[in-house]
């Protein structure tokens, strides 16, 4: 049996309690969207290489605004285009079915993907 590690402890309960802080410091009618993006869109999309969808986006992205593949952190996201996306999929990503994310969920969904963006003016 392998002994485990005081650091290893102390740096997992650490990224556990960044990822709950993050989640309390979101606005009430964003948090619903956050937990819909953590149970389907974060095993591929979360921040890193070994996330396929987002190595997918920093490839076809390279050199552009999107080129981090980070979708929570772009900035020219629409509730539009999210919902198109859920829905129909596209590439390798699969569309996801409404018995899967309802549509309630997927405006949660939308609305929490495109809080970065600017402010449309009237």
Request: charged share 20%.
């Amino acid at each position: 049996m392998r002994a485990i590690r005081p650091g290893c402890c102390v740096l997992g309960v650490a990224a556990l309690s960044m990822g709950v802080a993050h989640s309390e410091t979101l606005p009430p009618d964003l948090r619903e969207g956050r937990a819909v993006y953590e149970k389907w869109c974060a095993p591929c999309h979360d921040p890193g290489i070994e996330h396929p969808g987002t190595h997918a986006l920093m490839t076809k992205y390279s050199g552009s605004p999107r080129a981090s593949g980070i979708i929570t952190e772009w900035k020219d996201l629409t509730p539009q285009y999210i919902r198109f996306m859920v829905r129909h999929g596209m590439s390798v990503m699969p569309h996801f079915r409404k018995t899967e994310i309802t549509d309630s969920q997927l405006d949660a969904l939308a609305r929490y993907l495109s809080r970065m963006r600017p402010p449309v003016a009237p």
